[in-house]
């Protein structure tokens, strides 16, 4: 069975860095397109970024422009997201996904199927 498995979450200061990993196992996800979204408490699910499947085309929300980078290494089936500069409104629940159905690169999370279970990040002031 496919499974996408996030780590690298944590406790950081304001201003520190953090790299998130999305490990899949079960299937080959190079072919599709894979994304980064996060929940912080009593809000909804927001999308972050977005890599297509070759890791030529990304998206990202505006407020992580210029800090979050999405990247994947598909022979290791693995993404990645690297934030620097952390804000504590980055503080959250950071999920991984799959979109093993949608062709175009998307950034709403209806269009992706396949999920990760998270992992917390939290930024201190």
């Known amino acids: 069975q496919a499974q996408l498995v996030e780590s690298g979450g944590g406790l950081v200061q304001a201003g520190g860095s953090l790299r998130l990993s999305c490990a899949a196992s079960g299937r080959s996800f190079s072919s599709y397109h894979r994304a980064w979204f996060r929940q912080a408490p009593g809000q909804e699910r927001e999308f972050v970024a977005a890599i297509s499947h070759s890791g030529r085309s990304t998206k990202y929300v505006d407020s992580v422009k210029g800090r979050f980078t999405v990247s994947r290494d598909n022979a290791k089936n693995t993404l990645y997201l690297q934030m620097n500069s952390l804000e504590p409104a980055d503080t959250a629940v950071y999920y991984c996904?799959?979109?093993?159905?949608?062709?175009?690169?998307?950034?709403?999370?209806?269009?992706?199927?396949?999920w990760g279970q998270g992992t917390q990040v939290t930024v201190s002031s």
């Open positions: 996904a799959a979109a093993t159905f949608w062709a175009a690169l998307s950034t709403e999370s209806g269009n992706y199927d396949s």
